[in-house]
């Protein structure tokens, strides 16, 4: 396993990868007086999910900008994997996407992208790393969560004015989830 920092000169070694999930599980957000925190409840049976690429996930910009780096995951020659950070403004190192071909999950790809990211977080002199998913997204949450992030806000507009989520009965839009996991020493 080689996680590879990409260049421009190397964004054509990027390909599709196959992205579906098996969600068995839906997420449930609950608020309280510490804080937010999901729980999942078993859906009547399982479905797949597809989730596009982020829209704010352009990999050119990524492999351009001194504040943003693009990572690869290697095996061999070929990429099954990628993800993409930048330094905001406010401070944090903003995961923007991150992926793994169906293929190759629950090898380590993700866990070892997300530890390339915080390396430059801490280069870059951030707090600590953010992600966002989407509600609809439970096997991400999970493994942000098994990744040491702690769910700390959520947008339900977000996301409730594209055409996709107009098409859903209210109750059924996605809300954005926000996660964060501070740098240690």
């Known amino acids: 396993m080689l996680i590879r ?7 054509g070694l990027l390909c ?9 599980e839906e997420a449930l957000l609950r608020i309280g007086r510490t804080g937010m925190t999901l729980g999942y409840a078993p859906l009547p049976r ?6 596009p690429p982020s829209p704010t996930f352009a990999p050119a910009a990524f492999a351009i900008n001194e504040r943003s780096a693009l990572f690869a995951a290697m095996d061999g ?3 099954v994997g990628v993800c ?7 401070g944090w190192a903003e995961v923007a996407d991150i992926r793994v071909d169906a293929s190759c999950r629950r090898q ?9 990211c915080e390396a430059c977080a801490r280069q870059w ?21 098994h990744c040491g992030f702690i769910l700390r806000g959520m947008d339900s507009m977000a996301l ?23 740098l240690k020493g």
């Open 5 to 11: 920092r990409l260049g421009p000169d190397e964004l």
């Open 16 to 24: 599709p990868l196959a992205d579906a999930s098996l969600a068995g």
């Open 46 to 51: 399982a479905e797949w999910r597809v989730f």
């Open 77 to 79: 020659e070929n990429v």
């Open 84 to 90: 993409g950070v930048r330094g905001t403004p406010e």
């Open 108 to 116: 380590g790809y993700g866990r070892t992208m997300l530890e390339s």
């Open 125 to 145: 002199g951030m707090a600590g790393l953010r992600a966002a998913c989407t509600d609809t997204n439970p096997v991400m949450c999970q493994f942000l969560e």
């Open 160 to 182: 409730a004015y594209t055409e996709a989520e107009r098409e859903k009965p209210l109750a059924r839009r996605a809300a954005l989830l926000f996660f964060y996991r501070t």
